[in-house]
């Protein structure tokens, strides 16, 4: 049975940082490219960022390039969300994902993925 867990969400202030985890068991993380979405109220699910498999290629939307760094460690099956400058507009429920493959395509579609974390809520107050 495949998990995606994700931690480290909570109420900052703007201007402050998180670092959001996402753990994986189940499934072989190395053949995965790991990425993370977030969905407001009222709004769609959208695309954070995304890591390949070897941490050789990241991708990130216009809205956080420049404050959010993602990374993994698949010696503990994890990839990580570092979230710096956080501001209102970052308030969101935040959602780990794993898409089969090892290419460098970009994967910003929630469709491209195929297994989900439960999501972790990350409140910004101005």
């Known amino acids: 049975q495949v998990r995606v867990v994700e931690t480290g969400g909570g109420l900052v202030q703007a201007g402050d940082s998180l670092r959001l985890s996402c753990t994986t068991s189940g499934l072989t993380f190395s053949l995965f490219a790991m990425g993370w979405f977030r969905q407001a109220p009222g709004k769609d699910r959208e695309f954070v960022s995304v890591?390949?498999?070897?941490?050789?290629?990241?991708y990130y939307s216009g809205s956080v390039k420049g404050r959010f760094t993602i990374s993994r460690d698949n010696s503990k099956d994890t990839v990580y969300l570092q979230m710096n400058e956080l501001n209102a507009e970052d308030t969101a429920v935040y959602y780990c994902?794993?898409?089969?493959?090892?290419?460098?395509?970009?994967?910003?579609?929630?469709?491209?993925?195929?297994?989900w974390g439960q999501g972790t809520q990350v409140t910004v107050s101005s």
């Open positions: 994902a794993a898409a089969y493959g090892r290419g460098d395509i970009l994967r910003d579609s929630p469709a491209q993925y195929n297994y």
């Open positions: 890591i390949t498999w070897d941490s050789g290629v990241t």
